[in-house]
């Protein structure tokens, strides 16, 4: 088993992501609003770096989506390729991020 952590960078994608999800019988995923911590600190005037920071993140969103899974090994490949189908490439910058950490015990789980 693996947990699949994922940071949705666009949150207007959520619903596509979820349905393609559905559409291959994964289901169970817990969605949270999360905002980085770079977009945080660019709001913040006291610090010397933030011009710098502001510029590299021009990008108008103020938020994303963390996506967690519980997921057999077996379906970890799909999820990527679901991930990249309805976000894009996830090396392309501000296109969030995905990885998978062991599973050692779960209880609840009904997958």
Request: neutral net charge; proline residues 5%.
């Amino acid at each position: 088993m693996k947990m699949m952590i994922y940071v949705m960078n666009k949150p207007e994608l959520l619903d596509k992501f979820l349905k393609e999800l559905s559409k291959n019988q994964i289901k169970g995923a817990t969605i949270l609003e999360s905002t980085g911590m770079g977009r945080k600190l660019a709001g913040n005037e006291d610090i010397p770096w933030i011009g710098s920071l502001k510029a590299i993140l021009d990008v108008p969103r103020k938020e994303s989506h963390v996506i967690m899974l519980a997921l057999p090994d077996e379906q970890v490949d799909l999820v990527y390729q679901i991930i990249e189908s309805v976000a894009g490439d996830l090396m392309a910058p501000n296109s969030g991020i995905a990885f998978t950490l062991p599973i050692d015990s779960i209880k609840g789980y009904k997958g």
